[in-house]
């Protein structure tokens, strides 16, 4: 049950931005953009009631943009913020005022940047990977009419919101000629109490007929081996490559509360199955090469095949990870598509070996409505004491475009029995219901229990402990 204080906790959340928001919308005659992602949890297990929310106000005139975010954590959730006692519950997290003249745009405050690849720099926010590593600082850009230029200083965060290191970046591009661009990028950490300061990184880009190369090498000054990233993708008419490489040798680069600076491509595919995401590759800088290599072949209008292989070593090759992945998705007629998928991963990290096949229907019954039915399987060996064990996943799910979906998720694990392990549970299930109304605004519940799993994005990896309970999460966007 909601009790009546937590709904008040909610209310404050809301009320503050909103009174806010009415006070100045009167005087603006620019464009203002709002928007206010806010979810309560209630965890049956734990006892515990979080209230947390997002504010971001934009306002834009003629060059000028200012903007700002407003963030709760209501009390901070300890599965995030295990040394909660460092986030406040009521923060400004994020402003910052920009302004445009002809070819250079100046930003004061807050940004998001990236460098080439990210082997170098790269800032970013994602909520569901509790990510939000922007820096504080200035950012310039400048266009030209064969180049970009790129410099920053500032301030970087982790995750408590604390700033301990101050970095000063260029990066450039210049389109020498035709489809040929090479660039290169300069980062430099000042007030360190480590040997980690400068690291220099050079990138060609170049694009002939159908076939596109990107390449980048970058030196560290704490270490003499290079690290490199590289990628070709070609296209023909029935068919699509992509292959990458990599080699990340001592290339982390760090601040004084071990938060990363850099970023770089984890070469392993990225699933929307749960499933194929429990056993993920968590990505490190300091020790790994490997390859990806991915095919899509279109035999026909109707039918798409994918094949994807991954492989992960350490520089003493030992292996780290490695999948086989492949799924073939086909429209049966206008109304009925199908897929079906298959992959076999292997994870050090966790120390198994997981085959997961499944299958994905959707019907669509009218032009707005739809049914969704999605199976998975996978079937784990654990390479250290080669134990085995099973696990089975079924989602149900209508949906009626654009204002409704429900489903229903259900997941079994025959762990305790073969394994012979006291599990507390091995069986979940939850009912989730998502409602779009007034155009813009979401509403989403979920009620029930949850499987633990991680949550992964990039090669970047948070641990998400089992669930019971609910979860309301309310988008106000304007």
């Known amino acids: 049950m909601i009790r009546a204080n937590d709904v008040h906790m909610m209310k404050r959340t809301l009320i503050p931005t909103l009174i806010f928001l009415m006070s100045v919308v009167g005087g603006l005659k620019g464009q203002l953009s709002f928007k206010n992602t806010t979810q309560y949890t209630q965890w049956d297990e734990f006892d515990r009631n979080i209230v947390e929310s997002w504010t971001d106000l934009t306002y834009q005139k003629a060059q000028w943009l200012v903007g700002g975010r407003f963030e709760v954590n209501d009390p901070p959730d300890p599965f995030i913020f295990p040394r909660d006692t460092l986030v406040d519950e009521y923060e400004l997290t994020y402003r910052f005022v920009q302004y445009r003249y002809k070819r250079l745009t100046a930003r004061l405050g807050n940004f998001y940047t990236i460098f080439g690849r990210g082997l170098v720099l790269r800032t970013y926010e994602d909520r569901n990977l509790r990510v939000d590593n922007n820096i504080d600082g200035l950012k310039l850009n400048f266009t030209g009419r064969s180049f970009k230029l790129q410099a920053i200083g500032g301030k970087m965060r982790d995750k408590y919101n604390r700033r301990p290191n101050t970095v000063f970046g260029f ?79 001592q290339l982390s680069f760090r601040n004084d509360y071990e938060t990363e600076y850099n970023a770089a491509p984890s070469l392993s595919r990225e699933h929307s199955f749960a499933l194929l995401n429990r056993h993920p590759h968590a990505l490190n800088l300091n020790d790994e090469k490997g390859y990806q290599f991915e095919m899509t072949y ?140 007034l155009r813009n605004q979401q509403l989403s519940v979920l009620y029930g229990s949850r499987q633990e799993g991680f949550v992964c994005v990039g090669g970047i990896c948070r641990y998400e402990p089992e669930f019971e309970g609910i979860e309301i999460k309310l988008t106000i966007r304007f």
């Open 171 to 249: 990066d450039g591009e210049w389109n020498a000629f035709g489809d040929l661009t090479v660039g290169g990028s300069f980062l430099r950490q000042g007030e360190s109490s480590t040997d980690l300061h400068n690291v220099y990184a050079g990138r060609l880009k170049y694009s002939y007929n159908r076939l596109d190369f990107y390449g980048e090498v970058v030196k560290p000054q704490w270490h003499n081996a290079l690290s490199y990233y590289g990628a070709i993708n070609a296209f023909f008419s029935e068919m699509a490559f992509t292959f990458e490489v990599k080699d990340y040798n």
């Open 298 to 437: 279109f035999p026909a209008t109707s039918t798409q095949i994918t094949l994807n292989h991954s492989q992960t070593y350490s520089h003493s090759n030992k292996r780290i990870f490695n999948e086989y992945y492949g799924d073939i998705h086909h429209y049966f007629s206008d109304k009925l598509e199908g897929r079906l998928a298959a992959a076999y991963t292997y994870d050090f990290t966790t120390r198994t070996e997981n085959l997961t096949p499944l299958t994905d229907l959707s019907y669509n019954m009218t032009p707005r409505d739809q049914i969704h039915i999605n199976y998975q399987h996978q079937h784990t060996i654990n390479t250290v004491n080669k134990s085995e064990y099973d696990s089975e996943l079924l989602i149900l799910e209508y949906s009626r475009s654009p204002y409704l979906t429900a489903g229903l998720v259900g997941e079994y694990t025959n762990q305790h029995q073969l394994n012979n392990i006291d599990l507390d549970r091995h069986t979940w299930l939850y009912g989730n219901i998502t409602l779009n109304f």
